[in-house]
Protein backbone atom coordinates (compact mmCIF):
# COMPACT_ATOMS: atom_id res chain seq x y z
CA UNK A 1 0.00 0.00 0.00
CA UNK A 2 1.43 3.42 -0.87
CA UNK A 3 2.13 5.65 2.37
CA UNK A 4 -0.11 9.11 2.15
CA UNK A 5 3.25 10.77 3.33
CA UNK A 6 5.22 9.83 0.27
CA UNK A 7 2.36 10.84 -2.55
CA UNK A 8 4.16 13.80 -4.36
CA UNK A 9 0.78 16.05 -3.43
CA UNK A 10 0.84 15.94 -0.07
CA UNK A 11 4.98 15.98 0.58
CA UNK A 12 5.66 19.47 0.64
CA UNK A 13 2.98 19.96 3.45
CA UNK A 14 5.09 17.63 5.99
CA UNK A 15 7.08 19.09 8.21
CA UNK A 16 10.76 17.65 7.76
CA UNK A 17 14.66 18.14 8.10
CA UNK A 18 14.76 16.77 4.60
CA UNK A 19 15.86 19.45 2.29
CA UNK A 20 13.97 19.09 -1.09
CA UNK A 21 16.51 19.34 -4.07
CA UNK A 22 16.74 19.81 -7.47
CA UNK A 23 13.42 21.37 -7.54
CA UNK A 24 12.46 22.95 -10.93
CA UNK A 25 9.42 24.75 -12.45
CA UNK A 26 9.01 27.21 -15.52
CA UNK A 27 10.06 30.72 -15.47
CA UNK A 28 7.40 33.25 -13.40
CA UNK A 29 9.00 36.30 -15.43
CA UNK A 30 10.13 36.50 -19.41
CA UNK A 31 13.02 38.33 -19.88
CA UNK A 32 12.23 41.22 -21.89
CA UNK A 33 9.28 42.15 -20.12
CA UNK A 34 7.74 44.50 -17.65
CA UNK A 35 5.21 43.21 -14.28
CA UNK A 36 2.35 45.41 -14.60
CA UNK A 37 0.25 47.78 -12.51
CA UNK A 38 3.28 49.24 -10.43
CA UNK A 39 2.60 52.22 -8.61
CA UNK A 40 5.45 54.47 -9.97
CA UNK A 41 3.58 56.31 -12.35
CA UNK A 42 5.92 55.20 -15.10
CA UNK A 43 3.65 54.19 -17.63
CA UNK A 44 4.16 50.41 -19.02
CA UNK A 45 6.06 51.33 -22.60
CA UNK A 46 8.50 53.79 -20.93
CA UNK A 47 9.65 51.09 -18.15
CA UNK A 48 9.76 48.42 -21.31
CA UNK A 49 12.29 50.93 -23.21
CA UNK A 50 14.18 52.37 -20.43
CA UNK A 51 14.44 48.77 -18.92
CA UNK A 52 15.84 47.38 -22.35
CA UNK A 53 18.43 50.51 -22.63
CA UNK A 54 19.37 49.70 -19.18
CA UNK A 55 19.99 46.18 -19.76
CA UNK A 56 22.40 47.12 -22.78
CA UNK A 57 24.35 49.41 -20.00
CA UNK A 58 24.31 46.58 -17.35
CA UNK A 59 26.04 44.34 -19.86
CA UNK A 60 28.90 46.99 -21.34
CA UNK A 61 29.13 47.90 -18.08
CA UNK A 62 30.11 44.06 -16.54
CA UNK A 63 32.25 44.04 -19.43
CA UNK A 64 33.85 46.87 -18.20
CA UNK A 65 34.36 45.81 -15.24
CA UNK A 66 35.94 42.24 -15.71
CA UNK A 67 38.22 44.29 -18.45
CA UNK A 68 39.41 45.87 -15.41
CA UNK A 69 40.02 42.77 -13.38
CA UNK A 70 41.72 41.49 -16.25
CA UNK A 71 44.15 44.40 -16.44
CA UNK A 72 44.46 44.34 -12.91
CA UNK A 73 45.81 40.87 -12.93
CA UNK A 74 48.03 40.57 -16.08
CA UNK A 75 49.65 44.42 -16.05
CA UNK A 76 53.63 44.38 -16.25
CA UNK A 77 56.31 46.57 -15.98
CA UNK A 78 58.03 49.32 -14.07
CA UNK A 79 54.18 50.88 -13.54
CA UNK A 80 53.00 47.62 -12.11
CA UNK A 81 52.22 48.50 -8.54
CA UNK A 82 50.25 51.87 -9.19
CA UNK A 83 48.43 50.39 -12.70
CA UNK A 84 47.61 47.45 -10.08
CA UNK A 85 46.05 48.98 -7.38
CA UNK A 86 44.40 51.84 -9.51
CA UNK A 87 42.84 48.92 -12.20
CA UNK A 88 41.26 47.09 -8.95
CA UNK A 89 39.88 50.93 -7.73
CA UNK A 90 38.21 51.02 -10.52
CA UNK A 91 37.13 48.04 -11.18
CA UNK A 92 35.56 47.73 -7.53
CA UNK A 93 33.68 51.06 -8.42
CA UNK A 94 32.04 49.66 -11.78
CA UNK A 95 31.31 46.56 -9.04
CA UNK A 96 29.43 49.54 -7.58
CA UNK A 97 27.76 50.79 -10.97
CA UNK A 98 26.80 47.43 -12.21
CA UNK A 99 24.66 46.55 -9.17
CA UNK A 100 22.96 50.23 -9.28
CA UNK A 101 21.92 49.18 -12.94
CA UNK A 102 21.11 46.11 -12.43
CA UNK A 103 18.70 46.52 -9.71
CA UNK A 104 17.37 50.31 -11.45
CA UNK A 105 15.97 47.65 -14.15
CA UNK A 106 14.20 45.06 -11.47
CA UNK A 107 12.66 48.76 -9.54
CA UNK A 108 11.14 49.61 -12.69
CA UNK A 109 9.74 45.98 -13.06
CA UNK A 110 12.23 44.49 -15.49
CA UNK A 111 14.66 41.65 -15.28
CA UNK A 112 18.69 42.56 -15.09
CA UNK A 113 20.49 40.43 -17.68
CA UNK A 114 22.78 37.98 -15.30
CA UNK A 115 25.27 35.46 -16.96
CA UNK A 116 28.48 35.59 -18.67
CA UNK A 117 27.21 33.99 -21.55
CA UNK A 118 24.25 36.60 -21.99
CA UNK A 119 26.50 39.31 -21.12
CA UNK A 120 28.26 38.47 -24.02
CA UNK A 121 25.83 38.09 -26.37
CA UNK A 122 24.92 41.90 -26.51
CA UNK A 123 27.82 44.00 -25.18
CA UNK A 124 29.54 46.22 -27.82
CA UNK A 125 32.84 46.47 -26.02
CA UNK A 126 34.90 44.52 -27.98
CA UNK A 127 36.50 41.15 -27.16
CA UNK A 128 39.96 41.36 -26.08
CA UNK A 129 42.61 38.10 -26.25
CA UNK A 130 43.46 35.58 -23.48
CA UNK A 131 46.57 36.60 -23.39
CA UNK A 132 48.31 39.36 -22.21
CA UNK A 133 48.77 43.02 -23.69
CA UNK A 134 51.72 45.59 -22.97
CA UNK A 135 50.02 48.65 -20.57
CA UNK A 136 49.08 50.95 -23.98
CA UNK A 137 47.22 48.64 -25.20
CA UNK A 138 45.29 47.78 -21.75
CA UNK A 139 44.88 51.67 -21.42
CA UNK A 140 43.69 52.05 -25.04
CA UNK A 141 40.91 49.35 -24.78
CA UNK A 142 39.65 50.34 -20.56
CA UNK A 143 39.45 53.69 -22.57
CA UNK A 144 37.39 52.95 -25.58
CA UNK A 145 35.30 50.61 -23.45
CA UNK A 146 34.71 54.07 -21.20
CA UNK A 147 33.99 55.68 -24.61
CA UNK A 148 30.92 53.44 -25.79
CA UNK A 149 29.43 53.60 -22.59
CA UNK A 150 29.67 57.82 -21.81
CA UNK A 151 28.77 57.86 -25.59
CA UNK A 152 25.15 55.91 -25.26
CA UNK A 153 24.70 57.91 -21.36
CA UNK A 154 24.31 61.07 -23.25
CA UNK A 155 22.10 59.81 -25.68
CA UNK A 156 20.09 57.82 -22.42
CA UNK A 157 20.31 60.43 -20.42
CA UNK A 158 18.52 62.42 -22.65
CA UNK A 159 15.54 60.11 -23.43
CA UNK A 160 15.06 59.27 -19.75
CA UNK A 161 14.53 63.19 -19.43
CA UNK A 162 11.73 63.42 -22.33
CA UNK A 163 10.40 60.29 -20.54
CA UNK A 164 9.61 61.75 -16.91
CA UNK A 165 11.73 59.01 -15.76
CA UNK A 166 13.91 61.09 -13.10
CA UNK A 167 15.05 58.35 -11.38
CA UNK A 168 16.66 56.54 -14.21
CA UNK A 169 18.04 59.83 -15.34
CA UNK A 170 19.55 60.90 -11.70
CA UNK A 171 21.43 57.29 -11.64
CA UNK A 172 22.99 57.84 -15.08
CA UNK A 173 23.91 61.34 -14.96
CA UNK A 174 25.14 61.42 -10.87
CA UNK A 175 26.25 58.05 -10.85
CA UNK A 176 27.35 55.92 -14.42
CA UNK A 177 28.08 58.71 -15.91
CA UNK A 178 30.11 60.80 -13.32
CA UNK A 179 32.04 57.71 -12.40
CA UNK A 180 33.49 56.64 -16.29
CA UNK A 181 34.36 60.28 -16.58
CA UNK A 182 36.31 60.78 -13.26
CA UNK A 183 37.90 57.29 -14.38
CA UNK A 184 38.60 58.10 -18.15
CA UNK A 185 40.36 60.84 -16.80
CA UNK A 186 42.72 58.63 -14.08
CA UNK A 187 43.46 56.09 -17.35
CA UNK A 188 44.35 59.06 -19.75
CA UNK A 189 47.17 60.51 -17.89
CA UNK A 190 49.09 57.65 -17.73
CA UNK A 191 49.14 57.86 -21.85
CA UNK A 192 50.88 61.62 -21.64
CA UNK A 193 54.28 60.77 -22.58
CA UNK A 194 56.49 62.73 -19.94
CA UNK A 195 59.94 62.26 -18.53
CA UNK A 196 60.68 60.25 -15.32
CA UNK A 197 64.01 61.34 -14.26
CA UNK A 198 65.30 63.95 -16.59
CA UNK A 199 63.23 67.30 -17.83
CA UNK A 200 63.09 67.35 -21.97
CA UNK A 201 65.69 69.96 -21.60
CA UNK A 202 68.01 68.74 -19.14
CA UNK A 203 68.43 65.42 -20.51
CA UNK A 204 69.83 67.45 -24.03
CA UNK A 205 71.96 69.38 -22.04
CA UNK A 206 73.25 65.94 -20.62
CA UNK A 207 73.03 64.40 -24.73
CA UNK A 208 75.22 67.08 -25.78
CA UNK A 209 77.65 67.36 -23.44
CA UNK A 210 78.54 63.60 -23.79
FE1 LIG B 1 43.76 41.47 -6.65
Sequence with gaps: MRRRD???EHSYSIVSAQPRLHQNA???QAYGTVTHLLPLDLEEPVRLEVTERLNQLLADTMTLRDLYKKSHWQTAGPTFYQLHLLFDKHYNEQVQLVDLIAERIQVLGGLSIAMAH??????RV????RGREEVPVQLSRLIDAHQIIIRELRDFARLTNDR???????LLVSDVLRTNELQVWFLSEHLVNVPLVLAKEAAEKVGAAL
Design 6 to 8: THP
Design 26 to 28: PEI
Design 118 to 123: DVAEIT
Design 126 to 129: ERPP
Design 164 to 170: GDAGTND
